[in-house]
T-cell receptor, first 110, second 114 residues
């Protein structure tokens, strides 16, 4: 079951904040966040494990609510370079593959 | 430290043909996963290889097959190409025994089927 991302798209001015949400109907072991710019490969941003461990870039923060099977990515003081499509990838227990959402397109304007 | 590499970058084929895409994982990684990404969509899992065996498979027909070599590199083969196979094919590598199992993607191969 594909995770659901919201919003589908968001436009920001430089310096503004944004939250991108990802929810799954199935139990998850971990949630992975990626950013993809047009014509490029997805770039790893953050991984959150069941139990609270996480690993990612210093300037990116995220949360994982295990009970609700939801994750949120927090982008603060946005920069032009934050523009791109953000994908969450859900990893079910005992499975190594990722099931990706449809993505959230973020545009940061000067 | 080389990241994930894929070849070729672009490929144009006609319906019914066969294609082979190649992937070299990031140094130190032992697991390779393949994804298909249609325009405007998230990547869709095709299959994953570890220790030269297919370990998991997504909802893709048998026309999609793969291989992993002793040096951990991998190939994706698609037979009897259909127009709907046109997509960006992404390879991702990871370390199976790693705690976090983060996957790193290559630049992809853009396949166009005419």
């Amino acid at each position: 079951q594909q995770p659901v991302q919201s919003p589908q798209a968001v436009i920001l001015r430089e310096g503004e904040d944004a939250v991108i949400n990802c929810s799954s109907s199935k139990a998850l072991y971990s949630v992975h966040w990626y950013r993809q710019k047009h014509g490029e490969a997805p770039v790893f941003l953050m991984i959150l494990l069941k139990g609270g461990e996480q690993k990612g870039h210093e300037k990116i923060s995220a949360s994982f609510n295990e009970k609700k099977q939801q994750s949120s990515l927090y982008l603060t003081a946005s920069q032009l370079s934050y523009s791109g499509t953000y994908f969450c990838g859900a990893a079910p227990p005992s499975q190594g593959n990722l099931i990706f959402g449809k993505g959230t397109k973020l545009s940061v304007k000067p | 430290d080389a990241g994930v590499t894929q070849s070729p970058t672009h490929l144009i084929k006609t319906r019914g043909q066969q294609v082979t895409l190649r992937c070299s994982p990031k140094s130190g990684h032992d697991t390779v996963s393949w994804y298909q990404q249609a325009l405007g969509q998230g990547p869709q899992f095709i299959f994953q290889y570890y220790e030269e065996e297919e370990r998991q498979r997504g909802n893709f027909p048998d026309r999609f097959s793969g291989h992993q070599f002793p040096n951990y590199s991998s190939e994706l083969n698609v037979n009897a190409l259909l127009l709907g196979d046109s997509a960006l094919y992404l390879c991702a590598s990871s370390l199976r025994s790693g705690v976090y199992n983060e996957q790193f993607f290559g630049p992809g191969t853009r396949l166009t089927v005419l």
